[in-house]
């Protein structure tokens, strides 16, 4: 008997699960197409950043769900940048540890110990890039956030000059695009 009735219920059940996953699933907000845009944009103007690491780093932001325009993104994508040199730089202090306990070539000790200045620099950079960004001073923001780009290769470089393998590549290069979906949006809102 049990069954019969939990069975008259199901099609309501059915109806309701089908409506929540709806209501969850929910689209009307338009930060998807934003994001999309946005990146597809830039990935057209600029070959250095991918169409799919855009999408994939501003999506993966718990924020990006409530942006609701160009200038909510561009706020997004400054505190993932920040979010990113940091960690890039507690990275750098923790090889350098690791590689005075393991006597490390001196070659890439130097480079590391160059990266961590650049990295240094670049938190201060995009923290007052920020500020700049709260206080509506585009150009400002720009010439900061520019330099937080040129501090990704000019780490990344420092490898190559030495004809050492970087360990930082991998983040050089996120830190790089990261930057340049930030300025690419910061050029934007100037304009
Ligand atoms: C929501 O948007 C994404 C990306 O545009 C799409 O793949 C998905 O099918 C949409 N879901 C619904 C329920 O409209
Ligand atoms: C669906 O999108 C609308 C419009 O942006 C928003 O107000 C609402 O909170 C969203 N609902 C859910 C469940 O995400
Ligand atoms: C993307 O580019 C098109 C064509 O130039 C423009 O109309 C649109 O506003 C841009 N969208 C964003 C989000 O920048
Ligand atoms: C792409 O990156 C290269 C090397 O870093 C740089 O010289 C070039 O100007 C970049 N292109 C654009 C469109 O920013
Ligand atoms: C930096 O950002 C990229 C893109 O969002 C992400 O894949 C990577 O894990 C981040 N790295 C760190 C150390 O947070």
Known sequence: MGFISLNSFSPILILFLYSSHFIS??????????????CKNLSKTDPNVSFRFCKTSLQA????????????????????????????????KNLLKKKKEKKIDPFIKECLDDCLEVFSD????????????KAKLYADC?????????????CEDGFKEKNVVSPLTKRNGDAFQLSAIALFIVNQLNK
Request: proline residues 1%; neutral net charge; glycine residues 2%.
């Open 122 to 133: 670049a938190i201060a950079n995009v923290n007052d890039a920020i500020k700049d960004y």
């Open 25 to 38: 699933a929910n689209n009307s907000s338009n930060h998807v197409d934003l994001i999309a845009e946005t």
């Open 142 to 154: 720009n010439v900061k956030v520019s330099s937080v780009l040129d501090a990704s290769t000019t």
């Open 61 to 92: 932001d718990p924020h990006s769900r409530y942006v609701r325009n160009l200038r909510d993104l561009g706020f997004i994508s400054l505190k993932i940048l920040r979010h990113n040199v940091t960690e890039t730089r507690i990275h750098i």
